[in-house]
């Protein structure tokens, strides 16, 4: 019952890595045409691989993974493989980070993975209906002058992007190491949003700053906002989105921070449930995250309906797209 609720509800992912989502079956399809070895031959064996146990180890898998993107085709085609995935789940709304620095330290260029990936946003819109959008993701395990170079490229796509993003590292890469790119980013007009990831050093710290020095508009995870009252007050009065991404690591299949998740939605945060990186999560995408979400810890369907709302409220559209989702949504919920 709350399966098929949570599968028929219009959706929007906010929260969502593309270069995440490259499944194995993908990997060995790009491996292949583009002479890469893998270590592995089978979409079973390579899936058997991916073990992490904090973010610096699923980092590295990561950024392995990565390495079979070479081309624009490749990058149309692993956009393209997500989006009609999450349109099967009801998702009518996506904003996915993308990650350049990880493909132009490769020698692979700019133009190539954007226009990639704008080709399977366009062709999803037209083909699917399903609109989507784009943010640049800063690798903060980088300079704050590599991150200021990417910016600087992705002004040549200017349209096509509608935020920027920190991802990565965070281990002694607070929010204020990136405070000189994200004003230039938001004097360019840019949304503006970091990874305040779990388990991470100085974690309320870098919550206050991203509030306080950076003025973000989003925070990506944010679950220590939690740990501290101050905050926590603080966060809950701006209402803030906190992207909480309750995902399963490969060894075990329980969310991660479901209880927090709970917690936020009991403290009235404006707080959404995202998928991050699926391919590396067990292959949940947002309709599994949220039923096993929803079953670790008996959200109901007010709760749910509020985490729908939260994602819509919180998006980077215009006021007609907030509009029409709200109303599908509103009609879904009123006639279920
Ligand atoms: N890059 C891709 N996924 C990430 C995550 N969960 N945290 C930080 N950086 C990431
Ligand atoms: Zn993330």
Redesign the pocket.
């Known amino acids: 019952m709350m399966k098929s609720f949570i599968q028929g509800m219009p959706k929007a992912e906010l929260h969502v ?1 593309i270069e ?1 989502t490259l499944e194995p079956e993908l990997r060995l399809r790009f491996a292949a045409r583009n002479g890469i070895e893998l270590p592995y031959q089978t979409a079973d064996a390579l899936a058997a691989s991916y073990d992490y146990n904090d ?1 610096a180890s699923f ?1 590295a898998l ?1 950024f392995d993974g990565l390495k079979v993107l070479r081309t624009e085709r490749d990058f149309f085609e692993l956009t393209y493989a997500y989006l009609q995935r999450v349109h099967a789940q009801n998702v009518v709304y996506a904003e996915m980070h993308f990650d350049p620095q990880a493909h132009t330290s490769r020698g692979i260029a700019f133009d190539s993975v954007i226009n990639g990936i704008r080709g399977a946003q366009d062709e999803a819109r037209q083909e699917l209906g399903l609109r989507s959008r784009l943010i640049l993701g800063l690798l903060r395990d980088m300079s704050a002058e590599s991150a200021m170079d990417a910016l600087e490229q992705s002004l040549a796509y200017r349209d096509w992007i509608v935020g920027v993003g920190l ?2 590292d965070e281990k002694g890469n607070p929010p204020v190491k990136f405070r000189d790119v994200f004003e230039r980013a938001r004097a360019e007009g840019y949304n503006l949003t970091m ?1 305040c ?1 779990h388990l991470q050093d100085n974690s309320v710290e870098h919550i206050r700053q991203c509030l306080d020095v950076i003025g973000v508009d989003r925070i990506d995870h944010g679950y220590h906002a939690l740990d501290d009252a101050a905050l926590l007050e603080d966060v809950r009065r701006r209402q803030v989105c906190l992207t909480f991404c309750t995902t399963s690591p490969p060894s075990n299949p329980a969310p991660r921070r479901a209880n927090e998740l709970k917690s936020a939605l009991e403290h009235g945060l404006n707080v959404t449930v995202n998928t ?2 699926p391919a590396y999560m067990r292959g949940y995408y947002l309709n599994e995250v949220l039923l096993n979400t929803q079953q670790a810890v008996g959200l109901s369907r007010e709760q749910l309906t509020q985490l729908a709302r939260n994602a819509f409220r919180s998006a980077w559209i215009t006021r007609e797209e907030r509009g029409e989702f709200m109303a599908a949504l509103d009609a879904y919920v009123g006639g279920t």
């Open positions: 890595h995440g973010l980092l990561y991802d990565s990874h990831d991050d990186d």
